[in-house]
């Protein structure tokens, strides 16, 4: 049985490796880790699902994009500890 240390772990990997262009949204969500008392795992699956653009019709500012990857790579940075 895995600890909610080493779910933490797994998934800021996979958000890793998803940002890193090395693993598609549909593998991640069938790997990702869940737990239903862990806020910051719960957290990162959502921000992962609803990346904002950063072309086309819908894309948004730079500065909204830069903020957004600032506060996804500080959650990483949280669940690997």
Do not use: C, H, W
Not at 32 to 55: M, V
Request: no cysteine.
């Amino acid at each position: 049985m895995e600890s909610e240390k080493d779910k933490r772990k797994y998934a800021a990997y996979l958000a890793r490796q998803f940002y890193n262009g090395k693993k598609p949204i549909r593998v991640i969500e069938d790997e990702f880790p869940f737990s239903e008392t862990d806020s910051d795992l719960r957290k990162l699956l959502r921000l992962i699902k609803n990346t904002p653009k950063r072309n086309g019709l819908f894309k948004v500012s730079k500065e909204k994009y830069e903020n957004y990857v600032v506060n996804v790579y500080r959650l990483i940075e949280r669940l690997e500890k």
